[in-house]
């Protein structure tokens, strides 16, 4: 099992819809999560990082439910520079990033 | 914003050669990090550097490689006798804590091996 998974889609959505993104990880011992944005050929981009209570950031709200070990991030109102990978991070204990395989957004007009 | 730097942006090497990546971390940061990234494929942990010694390795991270902290600045990534395989982008990043804080990566350097 992979140790970060997600959809890879990619999901195409108009301007304006609501998304969400889910992502699983198997290493229940995991206790930090972040979502990243990457765009194309460029590095990794802190999004937000995800609390257990869940968070919101403008359009952008993150959830985490450890019982499930499933991680969610929700945009809202989506504008045409939201389209990228979206990427699902759990920080190892021993303090590397460890990724999952990013989920790609394509807005339209 | 403080930000990490990678140079060169772009690097084309022959097989069997030797390529240094160069990285300026976040000043104020103590912790460094390598990673990998081939086409179309995920972030993958490489190496990790605090207090002058590797932290932890990953398995990619074999002898074929090797970090350096020179001086007050740079971080370094040594990759002997390049291989066609070798060909990925490669992030440096930096955090002020390893606990549970993100970590900051730098626009990467293209490593082309021909």
């Known amino acids: 099992r992979k140790e970060v998974e997600q959809d890879p889609g990619p999901f195409n959505v108009p301007e304006g819809a609501t998304v969400a993104f889910n992502c699983t990880y198997s290493?229940?011992?995991?206790?930090?999560f972040f979502w990243y944005r990457q765009d194309c050929r460029k590095e990794p981009k802190l999004l937000m990082s995800?609390?257990?209570s869940g968070n919101e950031d403008g359009r952008f709200t993150a959830q985490l439910n450890r019982a499930s070990q499933y991680i969610s991030l929700l945009i809202r109102d989506s504008k045409l520079s939201d389209s990228a990978t979206y990427l699902c991070?759990?920080?190892?204990?021993?303090?590397?990033?460890?990724f999952g395989q990013g989920t790609t957004l394509q807005v339209k007009p | 914003e403080p930000e990490v730097t990678q140079t060169p942006s772009h690097q084309v090497t022959q097989m069997g050669q030797e390529v240094i990546l160069r990285c300026v971390p976040i000043?104020?940061?103590?912790?460094f990090y390598w990673y990998r990234q081939i086409l179309g494929q995920k972030v993958e942990f490489l190496v990790s550097?605090?207090?002058?010694?590797?932290?932890?390795k990953s398995e990619i991270f074999d002898d074929q490689f090797s970090v350096e902290r020179p001086d007050g600045s740079n971080f370094t990534l040594k990759i002997r006798s390049t291989k066609l395989e070798d060909s990925a982008m490669y992030f440096c990043?930096?955090?002020?804590?390893?606990?549970?804080?993100?970590?900051?990566f730098g626009d990467g350097t293209r490593l082309s091996i021909l």
């Open positions: 290493n229940s011992a995991s206790q930090s």
């Open positions: 991070v759990a920080w190892g204990n021993t303090g590397k990033l460890i």
């Open positions: 990043a930096s955090s002020d804590s390893n606990s549970n804080q993100p970590q900051h």
């Open positions: 550097f605090y207090n002058n010694e590797i932290s932890e």
């Open positions: 000043s104020n940061h103590l912790y």
């Open positions: 995800v609390y257990s």
